[in-house]
Structure formats: C-alpha cells, structure tokens
C-alpha cells in the first residue's frame, strides 16, 4: 500500500496564490484575454443610431489633406484623422484648422513601423512621443491609436490600454491607397470589396489623406452623398463610440484606465 503524504504549503505560496486571486479578480476580461490569445482592437461599433465612423490616416504628404478638409467643411462633415507625429510637426496649420473645423485628432504612432515588432518599452516610447506632439499641436487629449499598417498583437493592446489609448481598425476599407480610381473607391465603401459589407450605421470606414491616395479628393464628395442619402451621419470615432452599446469584436471591449500624464 502506499500512502500519499500532501506537505502543508508554504506561506509565500499562499500569499502569492492569495496575490494571483485578487489580480484575476480585479481584472478578469483582461486576464482571460491574456491568456485566451484574445487582445483585438475595435473595428466597428453596435449603435442605435445611424452613425458611421469616418477617419482618414496621414503619414506623409504635402497635396491631398487641404483639398479634403475643404470637402468636409463644404458638406459640414467631421471626421477622425489619425496623424503620425512627423508630419503633424511639419504641418501645424494643417492640425489646427482640423481642430477648428471640429475634426478629431488621434495618434497613427511617430515613425511608421509595425508596432507589434517593438519591444513594450519602444512601443510606450513611440505612443508617448507622438502624443506629447499631438497634443501639443492640437490642444486635444489624444486617446485613440491607429496602428501604422493595421499591425497589432497583444503587447500593442496592452501597453496602448495602460496608457489609456484604445485601439481603432475599420470594418470599410476603401483601399484608396491602391489608386484604383475614383469609383473602385466609391464602390468599395458603398457595397464592399468584391461586393461584401458597404458601410452601415455602426461602422467605420478607412480613407486616407496621404498623397498616396488621390482619387480620395474625387471620391470623397460622392461617397458622403450616397451616404446622406440613405440617413446615415458621418461621425468622428469617437462620437460613434459614445453611442455605442458595444464594440465588435468582442474581445475589443476593453475597460480603459487613466491616461499617464505627458511628461512636459
């Protein structure tokens, strides 16, 4: 016969047991989320309203923002611009007339790398550096974060959370980028690439204000009527998002905790 002999537990295994309990507690969706592998960003929103989010990223360029902040005014559109850092510093006149058209400013990180191939120290760096720019510039608290080609793991959630940034996709890609001609793009928002999921209430559609894509300044006009006409709002993102029940996917719904200060 043999007998098993269980060894009363010490108490640093049981203070960190205890420790370990109360974090899982505190912060179950987070912990769960960690450990499922199910950290995603938010690509579209659940709303009662007919809003539709509207954002434009700009990284570089020198021709095509002006024209198309001259067509937001012109048919009384707000809108999310997601800048990067650098161009925000060469272009301030650019980011205040934003401001005083009543666009929103948010961060599409300082250099333009995949976030998700930098160490968390780098991360936070590159997210605080470009902040402390933006804000600067803008007047505005910055607290949404596009990652520079859509790239995103974990460590991008969680250090962008900490730092009290959520973490915005889309769910329309106009892919205006690809200069496939004005009404490709037109199409793609309207009914989908390959005639998929058009832009409904609750979405939100990816342009871009870089000199990359400039069948957006002809595309543009066209896609805010047809979207007027079927009632739908064009919002910045994060209007959508205080009128919003949920966001999808699920794993997107993040509690967000205070922002750390910039350091001046």
């Not at 049981?14 to 769960?32: C, E, H, K, M, P």
Request: glycine share 6%; aromatic share 8%; charged share 20%.
């Amino acid at each position: 016969m043999r007998f098993i002999i269980f060894k009363k537990p010490s108490w640093r295994n049981v203070i960190l047991w205890g420790i370990f309990l109360v974090v899982l507690v505190t912060y179950r969706d987070n912990v769960i989320s960690v450990f499922s592998g199910k950290l995603k960003p938010i690509y579209s929103a659940q709303v009662t309203t007919q809003q539709i989010g509207l954002t434009f990223d700009i990284s570089w360029g020198e021709q095509t923002a002006e024209p198309i902040l001259d067509i937001l005014k012109e048919k009384g559109i707000r809108a999310t611009f997601f800048l990067s850092s650098p161009w925000a510093s060469k272009h301030e006149d650019l980011i205040k007339r934003m401001v005083a058209d009543g666009h929103e400013i948010a961060s599409h990180g300082n250099r333009h790398v995949d976030l998700n191939t930098l160490s968390p120290g780098e991360l936070e760096k590159e997210i605080l550096t470009s902040q402390e720019v933006l804000e600067r510039i803008s007047g505005q608290k910055i607290s949404l974060l596009r990652p520079p080609n859509g790239a995103y793991d974990n460590k991008v959630i969680g250090v962008s959370q900490k730092l009290g940034y959520r973490v915005i996709q889309w769910s329309v890609d106009s892919l205006d980028w690809k200069r496939p001609g004005p009404e490709a793009v037109i199409n793609n928002v309207m009914n989908g690439i390959r005639n998929g999921h058009g832009a409904q209430p609750g979405d939100i559609i990816l342009f871009h204000a870089s000199d990359s894509a400039p069948d957006t300044i002809k595309a543009l006009p066209v896609v805010i009527d047809r979207l007027k006409s079927k009632n739908y709002e064009l919002v910045p993102v994060s209007e959508l998002l205080k009128n919003a029940s949920t966001t999808w996917p699920p794993e997107s719904n993040l509690t967000s905790p205070e922002k750390t200060p910039v350091q001046q």
